[in-house]
C-alpha cells in the first residue's frame, strides 16, 4: 500500500534538492526501484513525504480544494489535458491574468501582453462552453482575478460636467486598455450568469467590498464601460438577493453625494437605468424604504444642471412609482414645482415634458389636490417670452386626457390661466404662440362661453381696479410732493437773518 501511494508522488532529481527549509535529505528519502526493495524508515519517510507535498500544493491551491489533483501549467491548452485536469487548468490561467499589464507602456513586452490576451480569450471560450465547474477555489480565483485587472483609481477630470447641452457636446474619452477590459468583463458577467453558480457560496466573493468596488467603476468616461457594468450589476442582483438591500442602499449614497456635494458623476444615467428595471419589480403596496428613496433620491435629482444627461431614465423611473402608487403623482408634482427652472429654459421644456407624462397617469382625486400651484406654473409658461417654453405649455392642450382634467375642473383652472392667454394675445412677439393662444382661447370658448366670458369681465375689472389704483398713487405722489415743496418754503421764510457782529477795535 505504501508503495502504490509513493509511485504516485512526484519523482525527485538525481541532485539532491530540498522542497522547503527542512533541509530533508535525499538519501533518506529514495527506494531502490528496480529491485522493488522498499526504502528503510518508511513510516518516516512516508510522512516526511506528504507533509512536504501538502505545503507545496496549499501555497497554490486551498489543500480543502485540491482533491489530489496536480498543478497543471497554465500555459496548456484546454484540449491538450483530460477532463479531470481541466479544472485545475482553468484555476491556474485565472492565477496567471492576475499579473496586469501596461498596454499605455510601449516598452512593454507585446508578446507578454498577447499571451495575456489569448488566455482571457481561452477563459471566456471555457466558460461559454459550460464545462467549468465553479467551486470555492475557482470563484475565489476569479474574483481575485476580476477585482486586480478591473478595479483602479481614475486620472483627475479635467472636463465639468456644466451645462446641459455641454456633455453631449463632447466626444467620448475611450480608455485605451478596453481591448483587455472588455474580455475581462466579459469574463465576470458569463460568472455571474452562470447557471450551475451556487450563488449562496458565490456570495462570500461578491461581497460588500467587491460590490462597492464595481460601483465606483461607474464613474468610468469610457460608455462602454459603463454599459458592461450596467449589464453586470443588474445580474447581481438578481443572483444574489441577499445584496438587494446593500445594493439599493449604495446607489442611493451615490446620489446623494452628486446632488448635494459634487454634481459630477458619469454613470448616472446607467444607475438610473437599471433601478428603472428593479422599480417594476417591486412589490405591493411599496415599502416606505421605496417611497424614501422616491422622495430624497429621485426628486432631487431634477436639481443639478448635468439634469440632460440622464433625464430620460429618471422620467422612466419616476413614471414606473407612479404605476405602481398613484397618489405619489402629488409628491412628484411639487416636487417639480420646488426645483422648477426659472432661468434655464432648456430644463423648464424637460420639467414640462415630464409633467405632461405624469397628468397622463394621475388620478382625479390627487390632481385636485394640486392643480392650483400647478397651473399657476403652467400660466406663467404659457406668457414666458422664450417662445419653445410658452409653445411647449400651449401643447398640454393636445393631450386627451390633460384636456379631460382641465374640462371637469375648468372653473377653477380656467380664471388661473386666462390673463396669461390675454397678455399673450397683446404683448407676445412670436407668431406660432400668438396662434397657439387663438387655439386655446377658441377650444376654451366651446367649452364654456358663459365662464369665458365671466373671466372677461373679472379680468377687465381686475385691469380698472389696477387703473383707479394707479391714479390714486399718483395723486397721493402728487400730494406729497407740493406738501413737501409748502414745507420747504415755510421754513426757509422762517430763518432769521444772520447778525453781523461789531468789529473789534484793537488789532490782534
Known amino acids: 500500500m505504501f508503495k502504490q501511494i509513493l509511485s504516485k508522488l512526484p519523482r525527485k532529481s538525481s541532485k539532491s534538492t530540498s522542497f522547503d527549509s527542512t533541509g530533508l535529505d535525499s538519501s533518506n528519502q529514495t527506494s531502490n526501484s528496480g529491485n522493488g526493495v522498499q526504502c528503510t524508515n518508511v513510516g518516516s519517510s512516508l510522512s516526511s513525504r506528504l507533509s512536504v507535498v501538502k505545503r507545496v500544493s496549499s501555497a497554490v491551491f486551498p489543500a480543502s480544494i485540491m482533491g489530489g489533483v496536480e498543478a497543471v501549467e497554465p500555459h496548456l491548452s484546454f484540449k491538450d489535458v483530460s477532463n479531470l485536469q481541466k479544472q485545475s487548468l482553468f484555476v491556474s490561467k485565472l492565477n496567471l491574468c492576475c499579473e496586469v499589464s501596461d498596454l499605455c507602456d510601449p516598452a512593454k513586452d507585446v508578446a507578454e501582453q498577447d499571451l495575456e490576451r489569448q488566455t482571457l480569450i481561452e477563459l471566456v471560450d471555457f466558460v461559454s462552453s459550460g464545462c467549468a465547474k465553479f467551486n470555492e477555489q475557482s470563484m475565489s480565483a476569479m474574483c481575485k482575478m476580476c477585482a486586480i485587472n478591473l478595479f483602479r483609481v481614475f486620472p483627475p477630470k479635467y472636463r465639468s460636467n456644466g451645462a446641459i447641452g455641454e456633455a453631449d457636446d463632447e466626444e467620448p474619452m475611450f480608455d485605451p486598455a478596453w481591448s483587455n477590459l472588455q474580455i475581462v468583463y466579459d ?129 422612466y423611473c419616476v413614471v414606473q412609482f407612479i404605476d405602481k402608487d398613484p397618489k405619489l403623482a402629488n409628491n ?69 386626457h390633460v384636456l379631460q382634467l382641465i374640462t371637469q375642473n375648468r372653473q377653477v383652472i380656467l380664471p388661473l390661466i386666462f390673463s396669461a392667454l390675454e397678455q399673450n394675445t397683446q404683448t407676445h412677439w412670436n407668431q406660432a404662440v400668438l396662434n397657439l393662444t387663438q387655439n386655446i382661447r377658441k377650444m376654451l370658448c366651446e367649452m364654456d362661453e358663459e365662464l369665458v366670458v365671466a373671466c372677461q369681465q373679472k379680468l377687465e375689472e381686475e385691469k380698472s381696479l389696477l387703473i383707479e389704483a394707479e391714479e390714486r398713487r399718483k395723486l397721493r405722489w402728487e400730494r406729497l410732493e407740493s406738501a413737501a415743496r409748502s414745507q420747504s418754503m415755510a421754513g426757509n421764510a422762517s430763518i432769521m437773518p444772520p447778525l453781523e457782529l461789531p468789529t473789534c477795535p484793537v488789532a490782534c
Open 187 to 315: 469574463l465576470l458577467l458569463r460568472f455571474i450568469s452562470y447557471n450551475s453558480l451556487d450563488a449562496k457560496v458565490a456570495k462570500k466573493y461578491v461581497d460588500h467590498s467587491f460590490i462597492l468596488r464595481l460601483l465606483d467603476l461607474f464613474d468610468s468616461e469610457d460608455p462602454r464601460e459603463r454599459d458592461c457594468l450596467k449589464t453586470i450589476l443588474h445580474r447581481i442582483y438578481g443572483k444574489f438577493m441577499v445584496h438587494r438591500p446593500f445594493i439599493r442602499k449604495a446607489v442611493t449614497n451615490i446620489i446623494y453625494r452628486f446632488v448635494f456635494e459634487t454634481e459630477k458623476h458619469n454613470g448616472i444615467a446607467e444607475l438610473l437605468e437599471i433601478f428603472g428595471s428593479i422599480i417594476s419589480g417591486f412589490a405591493l403596496p411599496l415599502k416606505e424604504e421605496h417611497k424614501m428613496f422616491l422622495c430624497r433620491a429621485l426628486i432631487p435629482l431634477h436639481k443639478p444642471k448635468s439634469l440632460g444627461v440622464y433625464h430620460q431614465q429618471l422620467t
Open 332 to 400: 412628484v408634482i411639487k416636487g417639480l414645482l420646488k426645483y422648477w427652472p426659472v432661468t434655464n429654459s432648456q430644463k423648464e421644456l424637460m420639467f414640462i415634458s415630464e409633467l405632461e407624462e405624469i397628468l397622463e397617469m394621475i388620478n382625479m382625486a390627487e390632481f385636485q389636490k394640486i392643480m392650483v400651484p400647478l397651473f399657476r406654473r403652467i400660466g406663467y409658461c404659457l406668457n414666458s417670452s422664450h417662445y419653445q417654453v410658452a409653445e411647449r405649455a400651449h401643447l398640454l392642450w393636445n393631450n386627451e
